[in-house]
């Protein structure tokens, strides 16, 4: 039996048994026999031996075993018991024969430990836990990673800190639960403070800080995490590589990313997708249709995310036609069935060249409900044509699917004040203060020796915001020298004059680009991350700046990436 198992042969060994067993019925009364059975039983994974018939599942084994006489005393017997009741879906015979056993060790406690955390019960997992006379590694990993994937950070990061010692699977299962709750921030602190203590990184956990670099525009730190690969002869495999192609992509550093796609050995449908998603946000369509029909002729075969890709890309290359193509062969010819967020990519790629009555009968004829990113994409395309009647459709929608974001009366109102509707510019201001929608406060962020610096509109919390505020005047002054012309028609408080212009002045994308002006040798590129839409003022102001300050700044805003250079931006005004 015992060779049967080595050689991954469970059933074989089951086979085995069955046939001996009427010959000699006390063979499952000794414990070596018996914890073989139950390995065997444990790795045809549950009801597979009960349901063949055998007799042989992890209740029987225990049921004759006691027939034989055997008081399971042996540990390790009784660790296979656990596991064999738990493979087999039985958590409460597992829980049973743990209570059982008239002793218990850390192996033991691990089982029962991973059986709750495998089944999603941590706090079940804890009193276990904290029921145990002597821990491991494993039991702290095990219960750190339960509190990970429920995505309990704080309990996680707790039982981290209590550890005395802690290996790669610790620092991963602590890195993945700041990853999958957005705790940016913390995640990077941890990896800084992983880097100072030399532990070496797994996969896994340069995967989630690849992940959250990307998010928070981190170029520097996900830069690091490259350069460790490289120089630790790391094997750049599928997940990893996708991982700094998304990462580069999203830091703005398109270049890199296109580079690390073209080093990896293996790649994947994900791995083609991010490089296509990449190039699309960047405004690089015709790359990335070009490696879309290359990704097609190498005979893989796309998925969803292939084709939101691909429509972003005929979006900002204008091309309808082709993206109507592209759309309608996804289900014909890929059997892909479009989801919500191709719809959206529809609206947006017919909205934004012009086809707003095209777009809303897309929107009318969709096979499910449209959401609010949907009208809200809609309203976008209003406002670039002017289109009052069916923004204020779409504003009707949105007031009902998403009442209190403040984006669309933004939007809405911007569309009034171009049609030259002040009054109704004033009712929108009346409707925001009435209805006490909140603001969603703009964010830009952006990155220096290795830190991410964030700025809100009106910031004065950061240490150097004298010298910031001071470059800020200062630029703002060079702008009005050159022409520029602050748009106070968008400011929708009820102030003065002055106080609008400053207000604009103060949006936080200037503030990061004032702290980058200060901080950064000139002619180096600045990147920002910008958490919403950047408003016109900001961009007509940030197109100067390029100018004037012979400076590239590459800008992502909520839905895009803006590459500011010599006046110009790569978004030709539409956004
Ligand atoms: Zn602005
Ligand atoms: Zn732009």
Sequence with gaps: ???????????????????????????????????????????????????????LGAASLHARARKSGFVAADLFVRTALV???????????????????????????????AVYVAR??????????????????????????????????????????????????????????????????????????????????DCITMVSVLSVCGDMGALAVGAEVHQ???????????????????MYAKCGDIDNSVRVFHSMPVKDVLTWSSMIIGLANHGLGHDALSLFSRMLSEGLQPNEITFIGVLISCTHLGLVSDGKKYFSSMSVVHGVT????????????????????????????MPFEPDAVIWRTLLGACRIYKNVEVAEEAMTKLRVLDP????????????????????????????????????????????????????VSGDRSHPRSKEIYKMLEEMMDRLRQAGYKPMTGLVLQDIDEQSKERALAEHSEKLAIAFGLLTTPAGSTLRITKNLRACEDCHSAIKLISLLYERKLIIRDRNRFHHFSEGQCSCKDYW
């Design 1 to 55: 039996m015992r060779g049967y198992l080595r050689a991954c042969l469970p059933l074989q060994a089951l086979l085995l048994l069955r046939s001996l067993l009427p010959r000699a019925p006390r063979l499952l009364g000794n414990s070596f026999s018996l914890s073989l059975a139950l390995q065997a039983s444990a790795a045809l994974s549950g009801s597979v031996p009960a349901m063949l018939g055998l007799g």
């Design 83 to 113: 596991e064999a009741y738990a493979k087999a879906g039985r958590a409460d015979l597992a829980r049973a024969a743990f209570d059982e056993a008239p002793r218990r060790d850390v192996f033991l406690c691990n089982v029962m430990l």
């Design 120 to 201: 999603g019960e941590v706090a079940e997992a804890r009193r276990v836990f904290d029921g145990m006379r002597e821990r491991d590694m494993v039991s702290w990993n095990t219960l750190i990673h339960g509190y990970a994937v429920k995505g309990e950070v704080a309990l996680a990061r707790e039982m981290f800190d209590d550890m005395e010692d802690r290996d790669a699977f610790s620092w991963s299962s602590i890195m993945s639960a700041y990853a999958k709750g957005k705790r940016s921030k913390d995640a990077l602190e941890l990896w800084q403070e992983m880097r100072a203590a030399c532990v070496n990184p």
């Design 228 to 246: 460790f690969v490289e120089s630790n002869g790391v094997e750049l495999d599928v997940k990893l590589g996708t991982a700094l192609i998304d």
């Design 338 to 365: 479009p989801k919500v967020e191709h719809y959206g990519c529809m609206v947006d790629l017919l909205g934004r060249s012009g086809h707003i009555e095209e777009a809303r009968q897309l929107i009318r004829g």
């Design 404 to 455: 209190h974001a403040d984006e669309h009366y933004v939007l809405l109102s911007n569309i009034y004040a171009q049609a030259n509707s002040w009054e109704c510019v004033a009712e929108m201001r009346r409707m925001l203060r009435r209805e006490s929608i909140q603001r969603i406060p703009g964010r830009s962020s952006i990155e220096w020796q290795n830190t991410i610096h964030e700025f």
